[in-house]
């Protein structure tokens, strides 16, 4: 009866449900830091990575920048001269810094807009296929956006080559009199498409808008994905034309993924080193230099001159931030009104 009454009460039998859930309720040990602290010690780890692989090779770009730095530096024979502003000083004096700025500017505009227009254009198109086929076409471009751009270059290089490329013997197989109302000209046996300025960037244009809209058009898609249906099937039944329903529902719907897309391609397209390295077979034309040739001719080109080049950089790298700034403030301003 004791023994009865015991159990009842959950004192005799170790299993008992308040005593379980006594032992479920026990705190944890504590771990010696305070709860507002851990998250961010998980962070220091990632944080070292960060530092060492960006944070302190621009901190040596910025430092290298105000030296001179040649051959006997890079030797050990002689320590760095610090020369201050000299070497940014030479480089506005020099009007080769100011058409790459030119064509770096010029080039990430066009680049930009043709690779979102495109992009959407096509995200928008597999939006509306099957599933079997929409996955089909997306393995298809996106074999193009995992191309390396070194092999970007050399597979549009052997396409405009004078003398075994595809393009001058397409052009060439057309019509006499469709080729001269087209381009004016009827042979386009050698034609030399590397060799002048203008037509080695229509040609890195085409390369790179090939190889980056691809992941454009997916990202386009997995937003249209996240769109209700029924706002298009009301938009529909309110006599909406394509253009406006994109217009009213599609791009407000996925503009923050429209800015995203416009901040990293502007990144990317400003930085376009090796398909324009491969197309101009090295730093050849200085008339096609953009930032990053130009940076890479002055600190390895004989003679070296790593101070100038790094000065280069730096530019680059503040012309970067201040685009990019300017865009993602413009977006918050946008946010905050709506």
Request: aromatic fraction near 12%; hydrophobic fraction near 50%; include cysteine.
């Amino acid at each position: 009866m004791t023994n009865t009454s015991t159990i009842a009460r959950g004192g005799g039998n170790p299993s008992a449900p308040g005593r379980r859930r006594h032992s479920q309720q026990r705190p944890a040990k504590a771990s010696g830091l305070p709860p507002k602290a851990i998250p961010y010690v998980l962070l220091v780890p990632g944080l070292l990575v960060i530092a060492g692989l960006l944070l302190y090779p621009l901190f040596q770009m910025i430092v290298i920048s105000f030296q001179k730095v040649g051959i006997p530096q890079i030797n050990g024979k002689k320590p760095a001269t610090w020369v201050g502003w000299d070497n940014y000083t030479k480089i506005l004096d020099n009007e080769v810094f100011w058409s790459s700025l030119r064509n770096t500017v010029v080039f990430a505009v066009i680049t930009v807009t043709l690779t979102l227009v495109l992009g959407t254009a096509v995200g928008t198109l597999l939006n509306k296929l099957g599933k079997k086929m929409s996955t089909f076409v997306v393995i298809g471009i996106m074999s193009a956006w995992a191309v390396p751009p070194v092999a970007q270059g050399v597979i549009w290089r052997w396409l405009f080559d004078a003398d075994a490329g595809m393009i001058n013997w397409v052009l060439n197989l057309l019509p006499d009199w469709l080729s001269n109302l087209l381009f004016g000209r009827a042979d386009w046996t050698g034609e030399p498409w590397l060799n002048d300025a203008i037509t080695i960037y229509l040609v890195l244009i085409i390369c790179v808008v090939w190889a980056s809209f691809p992941f454009i058009a997916v990202s386009v898609l997995a937003g249209l994905k996240g769109i209700p249906t029924e706002l298009y099937e009301a938009a529909r039944v309110d006599g909406a034309t394509p253009w406006r329903i994109f217009r009213k529902i599609t791009f407000p719907l996925l503009k923050p993924v429209f800015s995203v897309l416009t901040i990293l391609s502007i990144i990317w397209n400003f930085k376009v080193f090796s398909q324009l390295y491969v197309l101009m077979n090295g730093p050849t034309n200085r008339e096609a230099f953009n930032l990053s040739m130009f940076s890479f001719a002055e600190a390895f080109r004989s003679p070296p001159k790593m101070g100038t080049g790094a000065a280069i950089a730096v530019i680059l790298t503040l012309l970067l931030l201040v685009v990019t700034a300017f865009y993602v403030r413009q977006i918050v301003k946008t946010e905050e009104i709506r």
